[in-house]
């Protein structure tokens, strides 16, 4: 026993031994990032004039609490390796080209896109329209790319040259939507999936208990899939002053077209016209040199935003309360009851805030500013009530939809003045289901039992015993009734009757020009004329907009940035060589999520991500 003790009393030493160094280790590390953060923050601004490259990398989002700097840091760390999962404020770098546009000491645009992997179609229509902005000034847009994606090409298209590099190509073959589908998986792991949905087309849960895509969510995929299609390419005929069927032909003719240039890809590019000319790098950079009589350039990253345009990203500053306020605020996400964290709107964070914008006397109007296939319902009505509270303070709510304001998305949506969506955004999708794994088999077949005595049926249900009957209905029809509420909300919203709802809802998907025509929307639009409009209801003429964003303390923001300045791990590595399996991924995490409150949902994950 005195021999134990020892033992113990040393083990315990032992570890706090090993715990005090850890604490130091981690506190060296923090301050070491906060040092080089300031130091970054402080550092010489480079040269503003010139040439603006455009030359993003990673993706567009509507919003992010990443910091430049940690980026920037994380650049210098890994010696300018590029970060494929870089997010970039789409709406920061189009106040940049904007500014740009009436900056004497800016020449040009170039665009250097090789490292840029996209965004929604919204997102792309919106930085091309300050791109068509800043081209309208007289200043010249200029592409060079070593090869083109159909994201690439979309900004491409605007400038007034194309440049593609030698073996380069241009792959402009279409959209696609896919998803994964589990059931065999399931089914071999011996894990039975109770399903209760509404609506014909809400086909969220297909993945669990199908292993293809059913006939109608095929049907419904295609039509809205199509109209995008079309749309995206009227847009980059629109831009080449070519046809659509000159850049984009049908399958055979590309084939045909490829078979008389043997395969050569850059030689096809060239001759349909789809780029203007194939030079090397030097050679680019010589005639750029030879356009603009200066080789001075800045990136889209190093170039700076005046200090009025800066203070609108950063709300608290008192220079944004000289004037009355539209707040924009963010539902960027999966809809979630509790705090937001990374790919979850939480509907604690997002009424902590709305609440506040409530009680400041200088907010006037609300922009919300959704990008969300939806979520949970509780976390969706709690969001949805903190916005009829706002509108009760006459404080009017405009909405913004981005590349996706489906299901939930819709939900909040409902509470608003006004709704505004792009012709290519994704939205509908009302519908709702519920979900309960059940793992019995699974424990059973190695060897684990469960067993019991309950009261009542009801009581004691588990995902380690079969559901009982009982429960099965007690689910269906609060499904039913959560649907009802549903198209009760859209009727009472929209001014609609409710059967007309009801048809148009069943889980359908639409793009933004359908949602418009149905009554689902007020009119297509940006969130520039959602800021208006918002802006036209509170009765304000001189106002600031402010973007709003999660609050943190410095140590928070430290820790959320962290990833930023690591080397990519293996995980990273394979999600950026091989995007199936980030899906894969994020079908995970969308299953595990399903386990809140009444398991009920209202959730697009029909609303594939369009490759």
Known sequence: ?????????????????????????????????????????????????????????????????????????SRKLSGNKVDPARENNLFEITQKIDQAATDPNIKGIVLKLDNFDGGSLPSLEYLAKYL?????????????????????????????????????????????ANNFYFKSLLDNLKIKTHVFRVGTYKSAVEPYIRNDMSKEAKENTRRWLTSMWKNYLNDISDSRGKPAGSLSPKANT??????????????????????????????????????????????IYDYQLNAKAMQSFEPNSPATHHKPLIAVVFVNGTISQGNSSEMIVGSNSITKQLRALGNDKSVRAVVLRINSPGGSVNGSEEIRSELAALREKDIPVVVSMGGMAASGGYWIATESDYIYSSANTITGSIGIFGILPNFEGTLNNIG???????????????????????FSQLMQMSVNNGYDNFLSIVSQARNMNYDDVDKIAQGQVWLGEEALKIGLVDEIGDIDNAIQKAATIAGVSD?????????????????????????????????????????????????????????????????????
């Not at 050569?264 to 194939?278: C, F, P, S």
């Not at 600031?544 to 410095?554: F, G, M, R, S």
């Open 254 to 299: 590309l084939i045909e077209r490829l078979k008389a240039v043997s395969g050569n890809m850059t030689e096809y590019a060239l001759e349909n016209n789809i780029v203007d000319t194939v030079v090397s790098d030097y050679e680019f950079e010589q005639e750029m040199h030879s356009q603009f009589k200066t080789s001075d350039s800045v990136s």
């Open 543 to 611: 106002y600031t907009v402010t973007w709003q964003k999660q609050e943190a303390d410095l140590f928070s923001s430290i820790l959320n940035n962290y990833s930023a300045i690591l080397p990519n791990t293996l995980t990273q590595l394979i999600y950026n060589e091989l995007p199936a399996a980030k899906q894969f991924k994020e079908q995970i995490t969308i299953w595990n999520s399903l386990n809140k409150a009444q398991n009920r949902y209202v959730y697009c994950l029909s609303c594939a991500d369009v490759k």
């Open 1 to 73: 026993m005195f021999i134990w003790r020892i033992i113990r009393t040393g083990l315990k030493y032992i570890w706090k031994t090993i715990n005090t160094v850890r604490i130091i280790t981690l506190n060296l590390v923090f301050f070491f990032i906060l040092f080089m953060v300031i130091g970054l923050s402080g550092s010489n601004i480079s040269p503003q004039s010139g040439i603006l490259v455009l030359d993003i990398e990673g993706v567009l989002v509507d919003s992010t609490n990443m910091d430049p700097n940690f980026y920037q840091l």
């Open 448 to 470: 684990i039992n469960s067993d019991g005595v309950a009261t009542s049926p009801l009581a004691g249900v588990t995902m380690t015993k079969e559901i009982p009957e009982q």
């Open 132 to 176: 068509k902005k800043f081209k309208a000034t007289g200043k010249p847009i200029y592409a060079y790319g070593s090869s083109y994606n159909q994201k690439q090409y979309y900004l491409a298209s605007l400038a007034n040259k194309i440049y593609l590099s030698n073996f380069g190509s241009v792959e402009l073959y279409g959209l696609a």
